[in-house]
């Protein structure tokens, strides 16, 4: 490497020079239960990165047949050890002395058998030499770890069909010429396609690379069905990529690359903010190329306001029905414990006592002196008695104790139940029901004081 001065390519292979970076030997194993459809033999894939470059990987059938899941998962667990025992040995040559490896799985039963050496009955056939990695766990020499299948490159290495469709089809198109082979992908940038091709072969990646053409890689990911490389563009869409200018492009490659969650998020954007949206270039294009998708658009910008106005409306509904709450709670507080607010006229505060925290009863201060003192107080007269009587019968109805509560009226109100009309006695449940609804959502560890804005 003294030699190669400021080189950064030979042969077509990239140069890194890395030295004061900790390169870490990472391993990811995954099995396939009896994938060979003939001998019904399970399939171990593995794969080595060191710095985050692909130094080995494998994909093989295991020896014997397994079991179960967990037996394949544990014989592929050890064959990967046996990897790594190979690649620290070369490494510690090579003056990279590694001490710790890590080894990554995504089965949970698999890690608990090689950490747990316990006796079961499932488990007590597999060969003596599939549990090498239990000396290896002992020794300090590797570490198991769990990952989640979603994130396991080894997780490529074991499904034949996945791999073989991609390469096999690419394959089958490109062209040799002068010795060279070529593959010709039309309408997408060369680097584009390198960056694809380098996913396919070690399912790595450089940042900066993926942000260039992450809309380009999305429908290679799409149109050659790379399950994996498409989760890392959509992710990457989803949170870094997606800006105002861009959202109706990549609306629409989303509905063309069947990425839904994809399509909810451009959407939300554009309801949100479809002043902004709308003036970009993005637009003006999709208004001329696709009039139906613009008409959806405003559509769903329609029902998001009108869904905004029933939820304000519910809101204001709620906060009716919560005073109203607070408005028994306060009447019976009157009546029962006396406020040191407004009365009753005939108990007077000690030293000791506060002012109530009722904050209706503040409410209700003028409304209670004027109906006690009040001559035309009966139904049907003034405005504000008739609010106190309706208050009145409304706590009658939300309580439990008549005969001895201390409400005016309450066991008054009681009797006349029964002398109302069906429509009037369904009404009056029906708001009963409402407010009691209304303070039973807020739950058990509310405050008095309800602020809902």
């Known amino acids: 490497m003294k030699d190669l001065g400021d080189a950064k390519q030979i042969l077509g292979t990239r140069i890194i020079r890395d030295r004061d970076k900790d390169l870490k030997l990472q391993g990811y194993v995954d099995a396939d239960l009896a994938s060979d ?32 899941t967990t037996e394949a998962e544990y014989v592929s667990v050890t064959e ?22 890590i080894l990554y799985s995504d089965s949970q039963s698999a890690i608990f058998l ?12 597999i060969q003596l030499r599939y549990h090498f990695i239990r000396s290896l766990l002992d020794d300090g020499q590797l570490i198991l770890e769990k990952i989640r299948g979603s994130e396991n490159p080894g997780d490529m290495l074991t499904k034949e069909s996945i791999a073989s469709q991609v390469l096999g089809t690419i394959l089958q198109q490109s062209k040799v010429k002068n010795g060279i082979r070529y593959i010709s992908i ?3 940038p060369c680097e584009a396609v390198h ?39 959509l992710d990457l869409l989803e949170h870094d990529c997606l800006t105002k200018e861009n959202v109706i492009d990549i609306l629409q490659l989303a509905w063309s690359c069947d990425a839904p969650q994809l399509s909810i998020i451009c ?38 306001d009108l869904r905004k106005q029933e939820r304000l409306r519910k809101i204001e509904e709620r906060k009716v029905y919560l005073q109203l709450h ?19 006229c005939d108990k007077m505060l000690k030293g000791s006592q506060f002012a109530c925290n009722f904050p209706a009863c ?56 029964h002398q109302q009309t069906t429509k009037e006695e369904a009404k009056w449940k029906l708001l009963v029901s409402t407010v009691i609804a209304a303070k039973i959502a807020l739950g058990p560890f509310t405050t008095r004081r309800i602020d809902l804005f």
């Open 114 to 125: 090689a950490k747990n050496p316990a006796f079961h009955s499932r488990t007590k056939h």
């Open 267 to 304: 959407v939300r954007m554009v309801v949100k903010d479809l002043k902004s949206v709308s003036s970009t270039e993005g637009w003006k294009v999709m208004r001329r190329a696709n009039p139906s998708l613009e008409q959806e658009l405003v559509e769903s910008v329609v029902e998001a």
């Open 186 to 188: 039309l309408g997408v």
């Open 326 to 344: 607070e408005a028994m709670e306060a009447l019976l507080h009157i009546c029962r414990d006396g406020c040191g607010t407004i009365g009753p």
């Open 195 to 233: 960056v694809f091709i380098r996913f396919l072969y070690s399912s790595c990646y450089e940042e900066d690379e993926m942000k260039r053409f992450v809309l380009h890689l999305l429908v290679l990911s799409h149109s050659y069905s790379v399950s994996s490389l498409k989760r890392v563009c």
């Open 362 to 417: 503040k409410g209700l201060e003028s409304l209670v002196h004027h109906f006690s003192k009040c001559k035309s107080r009966v139904p049907g007269g003034c405005i504000h008695c008739k609010h106190m009587w309706q208050l009145l019968e409304l706590h009658s109805r939300m309580c439990d104790e008549p005969d001895s509560c201390k409400a005016p009226r309450c066991r008054h109100f009681k009797e006349k139940m």
């Open 37 to 68: 459809t003939d001998t019904r033999k399970s399939t171990t894939g593995f794969v080595y990165t060191l710095g985050n470059i692909t130094v080995c990987w494998a994909s093989k059938l295991q020896k014997i047949v397994a079991l179960s």
């Open 80 to 101: 990967a050890g046996k990897e790594m025992v190979w690649l620290q040995s070369f490494l510690d040559e090579l003056g990279k002395k590694q001490h710790k490896g």
